[in-house]
């Protein structure tokens, strides 16, 4: 598996990397405000993140 590093994960960071695990990378993410901020993208399994695209993609 590719590995992927994100400098940030504010509403770019977040939307890379989402788009990245569900598309089967692996991803790291360097966040300078603290680990209680990435809560938003741990525990989603890719089924949902790729749930979560498609929809956020219709709605654009």
Known sequence: MTTIGILGAGQAGSTLARAAIASGYGVV????????????????????????????????
């Open 29 to 60: 993410i360097a966040n300078s405000r603290g680990p209680e901020t990435l809560k938003g993208l741990i525990g989603q399994s890719r089924e949902e993140l790729i749930r979560n695209l498609q929809l956020a993609q219709r709605a654009h």
